[in-house]
């Protein structure tokens, strides 16, 4: 049974950083490409950014880029978003999904999902 477990969100205010964590059980480590995405209130789930199945290719959403690094552990079986510079429109609930699709940044290409972890950015 696939599982995803994100964890590391919290209350930071704006300007700071936080790292997130995605475990991922059930699945071969390095079969699947990873991508995190965001839901803040009242809006539709976002795509934050992606990495492939072998860790060599990222793709971000242009509101991250240069803020947020994704990067994947496989000894054990890891994923991670750091956040730096947050501002309050970072805040939203965060998930880790894993799918087939290389890089993809729209959801039905994700065959699992975690439960999410809320950040909230204060100004």
């Known amino acids: 049974q696939v599982q995803l477990a994100e964890s590391g969100g919290g209350l930071v205010q704006a300007g700071g950083s936080l790292r997130l964590f995605c475990a991922a059980s059930?699945?071969?480590?390095?079969?699947?490409?990873i991508g995190w995405f965001r839901q803040a209130p009242g809006k539709e789930r976002e795509f934050v950014a992606a990495?492939?199945?072998?860790?060599?290719?990222?793709r971000y959403a242009d509101s991250v880029k240069g803020r947020f690094t994704i990067s994947r552990a496989y000894a054990s079986n890891s994923i991670y978003l750091q956040m730096n510079t947050l501002s309050p429109d970072d805040t939203a609930v965060y998930y880790c999904?894993?799918?087939?699709?290389?890089?993809?940044?729209?959801?039905?290409?994700?065959?699992?999902w975690g439960q999410g972890t809320q950040v909230t950015v204060s100004s």
């Open positions: 059930g699945l071969t480590s390095n079969s699947y490409n």
């Open positions: 990495i492939s199945s072998t860790g060599r290719t990222t």
């Open positions: 999904a894993a799918g087939p699709t290389s890089l993809a940044t729209f959801q039905n290409a994700y065959d699992y």
